[in-house]
């Protein structure tokens, strides 16, 4: 197996630098290790030049997001593998070694393979991913039963500093989604659900960084999925479909109540598309309304339910 790490960055200069120490320390093969630098102005492609030299393949862009200078890494990477690894995080030093005993004990039908994850930043959170999703491994190597319904629940064992994923596979899916500047990384792991299967190695190998961060933008998230073949006409598309619905229901009440009623009617005209009349959504508005009144303002059915 040859195997290219990437690691996209944008004005991180000490973190890169750190992060790519973790990348030259892993004790399994790595073939190539390409740093793409996403439009930095804090000096980051001199430092790695003058830190790493040959050793890290660097690749400069104007700024374009993480999506773009992932792409990027993927397109110049000339191995079979990818592994991503984001500038403010590190690999453990066996993280590569241990991926690739789990693929040699599963074979060639399991396209990616990730690991459990230390959480960084953020005192809240659980200590690791696996324990954030209550994913128990019973072994050290194991198999991701239904990863499509774990990426849709949000409860997928894995992000994308612990993913090491066919190059082929990626590039079919076309990449990161670039206009989606978050929650990029869970589309494309849902659409990787629909045509690989899913290893793991159950150690947590992966340091991340996890301070708050933004909200997810739900809505393009969900409208994309619809459009998808492996969706339409299955039994996750009237899921997905509610999802939509509850989150356009949970936009128009929030815009009423500003009183930006133009933005409340697109909304709405959104919701029509869903196949809602004029009439069953003032209903289901005033429904929502006595719920919140009767039970208070913290058990409203506006909030998307994660439940299958």
Not at 47 to 72: E, I, P, W, Y
Not at 105 to 132: A, I, Q, Y
Not at 145 to 169: E, H, I, N, Y
Not at 177 to 195: V, Y
């Amino acid at each position: 197996m040859s195997i290219s790490a990437i690691i996209p960055a944008y004005n991180r200069r000490s973190h890169l630098i750190r992060a790519v120490e973790s990348v030259l320390a892993q004790t399994g093969h790595l073939d190539e290790v390409i740093v793409v630098d996403d439009g930095s102005t804090d000096g980051t492609a001199e430092a790695v030049r003058a830190q790493f030299g040959s050793s890290v393949k660097l690749f400069t862009q104007k700024n374009a997001g993480a999506s773009a200078a992932r792409n990027r890494g993927v397109r110049e990477a000339r191995s079979e593998w990818v592994a991503f690894l984001d500038s403010d995080d590190v690999w453990l030093p066996t993280k590569i070694e241990r991926q690739l005993e789990a693929l040699d004990m599963f074979g060639l039908e399991f396209g990616v393979c990730f690991t459990d994850n230390l959480h960084d930043g953020c005192p809240d959170m659980p200590s690791s991913r696996f324990k954030e999703v209550s994913f128990t491994p019973s072994a050290p190597f194991g198999v991701l039963d239904d990863p499509v319904r774990c990426t849709m629940t949000g409860t997928q064992p894995f992000q994308t500093s612990s993913l090491l994923a066919k190059r082929a596979l990626i590039q079919e899916l076309g990449g990161f989604d670039e206009s989606m500047a978050i929650g990029e990384d869970t589309d494309l792991f849902f659409r990787l659900s629909f045509k690989t299967k899913f290893c793991y190695a159950a150690e947590p190998l992966v340091r991340m960084d996890r301070a708050p961060s933004r909200p997810v933008p739900l809505e393009r998230r969900f409208a994309k999925w619809l459009t998808m073949p492996e969706v339409i006409g299955t039994e996750f598309e009237p899921i997905i479909r509610e999802w939509l619905r509850r989150l356009y229901y949970s936009s128009v009440e929030a815009k009423l109540h500003d009183f930006r009623f133009a933005p409340a009617l697109n909304r709405m005209s959104r919701l029509r598309a869903l196949g809602d009349t004029y009439p069953s959504i003032a209903r289901t508005l005033f429904s929502r309304k006595i719920h919140k009144a009767v039970r208070g303002p913290n058990s409203s059915p506006q909030s998307i339910g994660w439940e299958l």
